[in-house]
């Protein structure tokens, strides 16, 4: 079993820069691919990127390359989702999530365990 804590949200102006952490609980962290994800109101939640276990790979969804980067620290058990540049457009909740098969993926049914998610509010 694995819990997830995200922090780090909040409301920042367009162009400004937040950073996300995904504290996780238990031994096993480092086995786990890790992903984030996003939900707007009246949308379906949306993959953002995912890292694998070993942080050697990682992916995000084009409307976030170049500006948003996740990173892991295994010895912290907390993965992170740097997030720059931010458009209103990035106005969502935010959630962490882990995937036992350690091969990190953008399918929302591929993750095991989730978190309760962030605020992210983005002014325009």
């Known amino acids: 079993q694995v819990q997830l804590v995200e922090s780090g949200g909040g409301l920042v102006q367009a162009g400004g820069s937040l950073r996300l952490s995904c504290a996780a609980s238990?031994?096993?962290?480092?086995?786990?691919?890790m992903g984030w994800f996003r939900q707007a109101p009246g949308k379906e939640r949306e993959f953002v990127a995912a890292?694998?276990?070993?942080?050697?790979?990682?992916y995000s969804t084009d409307s976030v390359k170049g500006r948003f980067t996740i990173s892991r620290d295994n010895a912290k058990n907390t993965v992170y989702l740097q997030m720059n540049s931010l458009k209103p457009e990035d106005t969502a909740v935010y959630y962490c999530?882990?995937?036992?098969?350690?091969?990190?993926?953008?399918?929302?049914?591929?993750?095991?365990?989730w978190g309760q998610g962030t605020q992210v509010t983005v002014s325009s």
């Open positions: 238990g031994r096993t962290f480092s086995r786990y691919a």
């Open positions: 999530a882990a995937d036992r098969s350690s091969a990190g993926t953008n399918r929302v049914y591929d993750y095991d365990y």
């Open positions: 890292i694998t276990w070993s942080g050697n790979s990682r």
